[in-house]
């Protein structure tokens, strides 16, 4: 990360979507269309540092897969939900699914794929907006 936006941006932690160069493409493209506009992290995985836990009003840079800064968020709102009871509009807030249904599967392969996934494990759900586009991006393979 360049100093410039750290200057501009004090305090600003990184993170990424996805677990894999593809999936980090797709959601970032979501967010840059609109579409995209919460996210969610594992308390479990915030627990042993693997992320940072989002606040209030801080602004973040989302990187590309391979850390190359890609976007500008401020986190708007929070909230901590197990995932068996993540209400239908937050789901769709995520932007990448048109149902409950759509979400809970993919969320559930994802956190499979991690080795974490419990029908009631906590996640915090974030509710962000795009302050600024950096423009790198990543490359579908």
């Known amino acids: 990360m360049t100093s410039d936006l750290l200057a501009r941006y004090p305090g600003a932690q990184t993170y990424r979507f996805g677990d894999s160069a593809k999936l980090s493409a797709e959601l970032l493209a979501l967010v840059r269309a609109g579409p995209k506009r919460a996210t969610c992290a594992a308390m479990v995985d915030v627990l042993s540092g693997e992320e940072t836990l989002p606040q209030i009003g801080r602004y973040d840079i989302a ?40 979400w809970r599967a993919g969320h559930e ?31 579908l393979d």
């Open 63 to 102: 990187t590309t897969f391979d850390g190359r800064p890609a976007l500008v968020t401020r986190t708007m709102e929070l909230r901590l939900v197990r995932f068996c009871d993540m209400p239908e509009d937050m789901a769709l807030a995520e932007g990448e699914n048109d149902t409950l249904e759509g």
């Open 109 to 139: 392969g994802y956190y499979r794929r991690l080795g974490i996934f419990d029908p009631e494990m906590e996640l915090i759900w974030e509710r962000f907006e795009v302050v600024e586009d950096l423009g790198a991006v990543d490359e």
